[in-house]
């Protein structure tokens, strides 16, 4: 084995002692920050994310409330929570859980959320913003991926770049958010022919996917950076997208799955948690702010 394996949870221990500092800040004045946890129906699919974000939070210095409405709910009436939250100066930041039962789409419940209390990146406003270099609160996963590749000795400028996965929520962000970092970006699909003459030509390769072994060690430049965003079970083990044994033998720097992008994306959560809610005090501050 060639590889450096980025320890995930190492970094996400710095990137949470950080964002603690700064909740803690807000807290003394008087504003601390505070999460709410949407859940329908079935909890049990979600209950290991949601006790994990709590432990987080609770690390972090960030509140931290889990709510559970039946499946029979409405989408008018999930509608309505959201008016609530969102207008509740209290609550700084809303996660929407999944999955959702089959008549509440997600998508509409992410445009519900009002943009300064989207934590989790996922309203077309923020998603909209990476495209203009403008990264307030940016989707986890992809923060993550991204973060964890510029703490490498590598220079961002001129990279060539190899994302495998063009999803709205990690693909395609991955790619703006490293094209605003002056890499030259390769995007690959299902549609995309040969994907290793694109991979093996590629400084860093991404990959987020959902398939197993889907890259291997051949496919990668000798000494290349490899980050793994897939989560998948194959006889009761985590595996990522990526051959682990073999592509470690090939890449420069590889992530492991699980400990490597996972840890990072549940602490770029809490740090949004803290940003969302300095940019409500500052919204409030301007807002009320005394004529002179």
């Not at 590889?3 to 990137?15: L, M, P, R």
């Not at 949601?50 to 432990?55: D, T």
């Not at 509608?79 to 996660?95: E, K």
């Not at 030509?201 to 398939?211: E, P, S, W």
Request: net charge neutral.
């Amino acid at each position: 084995m060639n590889a450096t394996i980025i320890d995930g949870k190492s970094f996400a221990e710095q990137t949470l002692a950080q964002t603690r500092a700064e909740a803690q800040a807000l807290s003394a004045a008087g504003w601390a920050p505070r999460l709410v946890s949407i859940s329908v129906g079935d909890v049990a699919a979600a209950e290991l994310y949601v006790r994990n974000q709590q432990k987080r939070a609770e690390a972090a210095g960030v509140g931290f409330e889990a709510r559970n409405y039946p499946a029979s709910i409405s989408l008018e009436q999930l509608h309505g929570v959201l008016a609530g939250l969102n207008a509740d100066p209290r609550i700084n930041g809303i996660i929407i859980q999944r999955p959702l039962p089959a008549h509440i789409p997600v998508k509409a419940l992410q445009k519900a959320v009002h943009p300064l209390k989207d934590v989790e990146g996922m309203h077309p406003a923020s998603i909209g913003n990476i495209v203009y270099n403008d990264l307030e609160l940016g989707p986890c996963t992809a923060v993550a991926a991204v973060e964890i590749l510029k703490s490498l000795p590598l220079q961002m400028e001129g990279l060539n770049v190899c994302v495998i996965g063009h999803s709205e929520i990690v693909g395609k962000p991955i790619a703006f958010l490293m094209m605003g970092l002056g890499a030259t970006v390769t995007v690959c699909h299902h549609m995309t022919r040969q994907v290793a003459v694109h991979s093996r030509a590629a400084d860093a390769v991404f990959v987020a996917v959902g398939k197993p072994g889907l890259v291997h060690g051949d496919m990668l430049k000798p000494g290349a950076a490899l980050i793994d965003i897939g989560i998948n079970r194959v006889d009761g083990r985590t595996v990522g997208d990526a051959d682990f044994d073999s592509c470690a033998e090939v890449a420069g720097w590889i992530t492991p799955v699980p400990g490597g992008v996972g840890p990072v994306t549940v602490s770029i959560l809490m740090k949004n948690a803290v940003r969302a809610t300095r940019l409500q005090m500052e919204h409030y501050q301007a807002a009320f702010a005394a004529a002179v």
